[in-house]
Each structure stands twice: as C-alpha cells, then as structure tokens.
C-alpha cells in the first residue's frame, strides 16, 4: 500500500504463494482482496493493515470485484465465476456458462474481468472469446 502524497511505500501484505493477479477495494474502501495464481483470495483489513482470512477458489483467480450493494466477492477463475458471501466466508454461487463443444486442442474461454452495475442487478464478465457476459441476481424466495 502507498501513500500516494508521499509516494512511500506504507505497508506490504504478503501471504499469497504465486503471482496476484487482481486487487480491489470494497465499495466503503475499508477491504482489499487479491487473488492469483495460487487461486486463494485472501481479504485484508485496510484499516488495521492485517490480513482477515483467505478463500480458496480452488483455481487460478483472473479478477476479483466486490458487489456494491451486498456483502459478495466475486472471483473470476479459470474455469467459472465464483460468487463468495463474506459474512460466511462461503461460496454462494459458481456461474459456468455452456460453451459450444470445443475441438481436442482447443479450450473453453475463461472469465478475465469483472464489474457490477451500479444497482448491483447484473453482473457483467469479459471473457476470452472475446463477448461480455451478463448474469442477473436474482432473489431467492
């Protein structure tokens, strides 16, 4: 973290085992989450300049996005979009799209960006097949 008024170097967090990927801030810039090649998302507390607790995608992590109107973090992996509840530190969805059949050396396209409308309705997803996906949130009864 860098203090950018006098462009010094604040605090380092380190605990990842493989390259980061992606780093983010919650909507009230209290957490930062990053994620990468170890495929662990590990939360930080930016106030106390600690690490909170990890979360393990169980896959390499392209993109991390925090939900702007729910307590969500959404990680972008290789194989799928994993939406993670932070109040329970558990996985609450795993989005896959369906992709045509692939030819024996091709491979499927994978999720590299993320971002929320501002509502937090939809969940946009940039993969690598070049189209933008849209996944709407739905209320469960």
């Known amino acids: 973290v860098w203090e950018l008024s006098t462009c010094k170097l604040q605090t380092d967090h380190i605990g990842h085992t493989g390259y980061i990927n992606t780093v983010t801030i919650s909507p009230d810039g209290s957490l ?7 495929g662990t998302t590990m939360l930080w507390d930016l ?4 690490h909170l607790y990890s979360l393990n995608a169980n896959d390499e992590i392209h993109a991390l996005v925090f939900s702007p109107n729910r307590y969500w973090l959404c990680a972008a992996t290789a ?3 994993i939406i993670f509840d932070l109040e329970k530190k558990s996985k609450v969805d795993e989005l ?3 992709f045509p059949a692939a030819g024996k050396k091709s491979r499927e396209p994978e999720c590299v960006s993320l971002a929320w409308s501002a509502d937090g309705q ?3 997803a940039g993969y690598t097949d070049n189209i933008i996906r849209a996944w709407g949130v739905m209320s469960r009864a």
């Open 96 to 98: 896959k799209p369906e």
């Open 32 to 38: 930062c989450a990053s994620g990468g090649k170890d």
């Open 122 to 124: 939809t969940l946009f």
């Open 47 to 50: 106030n106390e300049s600690k």
């Open 79 to 81: 194989s799928s979009i």
